[in-house]
C-alpha cells in the first residue's frame, strides 16, 4: 500500500524548474520525521539527494533542493539538466510501521 | 572512500532461502547501521530491516518478520541478509545501504539480483 505518494512522472525542459511532492501523513511526515530524497538513474543504485528535508550532501549541486510542510514535502530542481533524468524517491520513518517508507518513485523526463 | 560492494546475482528455488553479503570498506564499520531495502521490477523501493552493527541489535519490517534474519560479521566488515521461504514475488533487486543512527542512506550497495523460479 502506498504510505508516501509521489506522482507517478514529471517532465521539462532543460533549464527549467521542476517540482516533484511527497505526500505522506500524521504517522510520518506529520509527526515530524525527516524526509530524504534519493536519485536513481535505472540499473543503478539510489544515491542520496537531500537530507534532513533540505540538506545537500557534499557534490549535489545547489540546483536540487527540498523543502517540508505539514504532512508533504517537495523536491525542487532548477535548471533542469539532460544529466537530470532519472527516477526520484522520498523517504521517512513511519511510527505505525515502526520502519522506513518510500514513496513510489517519480520519473524525471528532460525533454 | 566509501564503498559496499555485494555478492553476485542469485537464482533459487520457490520454497528456498538466499544469503546476500554486503562488505564495507573506506571507514569504520562500526560507526554506522546497515539497512537492506529491495526493489521489485516496476516497484517502489521496499524496507526490509536494519542492524546495528555495534551490538548486533535487529529490527524487521513487520511484512517480512519470521522470514529475514539480517547479521553481520565485524572482523570481516561484511554485513548479511537471508531471506526464507522464497516465492516468486520476492524476485527483486537487493540493496546494502548505511545510515549513522537514524539518518539517511548515505551510501548504497551496487544491488543483488535475486530471481525466484522454477
Known amino acids: 500500500q502506498s504510505v508516501l505518494t509521489q506522482p507517478p512522472s514529471v517532465s521539462g525542459a532543460p533549464g527549467q524548474r521542476v517540482t516533484i511532492s511527497c505526500s505522506g501523513s500524521s504517522s510520518n511526515i506529520g509527526a515530524g520525521y525527516d524526509v530524504h530524497w534519493y536519485q536513481q538513474v535505472p540499473g543503478t543504485a539510489p544515491k542520496l539527494l537531500i537530507y534532513?528535508?533540505?540538506n545537500r550532501p557534499s557534490g549535489v549541486p545547489d540546483r536540487f533542493s527540498g523543502s517540508k510542510s505539514g504532512t508533504s514535502a517537495s523536491l525542487a530542481i532548477t535548471g533542469l539538466q539532460a544529466e537530470d533524468e532519472a527516477d526520484y524517491f522520498c523517504q521517512s520513518y513511519d511510527s505505525s510501521l515502526s520502519g522506513w517508507v518510500f514513496g513510489g518513485g517519480t520519473k524525471l523526463t528532460v525533454l | 572512500q566509501v564503498q559496499l560492494v555485494q555478492s553476485g546475482a542469485e537464482v533459487k528455488k520457490p520454497g528456498a532461502s538466499v544469503k546476500v553479503s554486503c562488505k564495507a570498506s573506506?571507514?569504520?564499520?562500526?560507526?554506522?547501521?546497515f539497512h537492506w531495502v529491495r526493489q521489485a521490477p516496476g516497484h517502489r523501493l521496499e524496507w526490509m530491516g536494519w542492524?546495528?552493527?555495534?551490538?548486533?541489535?535487529?529490527k524487521y519490517s513487520q511484512k517480512f518478520q519470521g522470514r529475514v534474519t539480517i547479521t553481520r560479521d565485524t572482523s570481516a566488515s561484511t554485513a548479511y541478509m537471508e531471506l526464507s521461504s522464497l516465492r516468486s514475488e520476492d524476485t527483486a533487486v537487493y540493496y546494502c545501504?548505511?545510515?549513522?543512527?537514524?539518518?539517511?542512506?548515505?551510501?548504497w550497495g551496487q544491488g543483488t539480483l535475486v530471481t525466484v523460479s522454477s
Open positions: 542492524i546495528h552493527t555495534g551490538n548486533g541489535d535487529t
Open positions: 545501504a548505511r545510515a549513522r543512527g537514524s539518518g539517511p542512506f548515505d551510501s
Open positions: 534532513g528535508n533540505n
Open positions: 573506506g571507514y569504520t564499520f562500526t560507526n554506522y547501521a
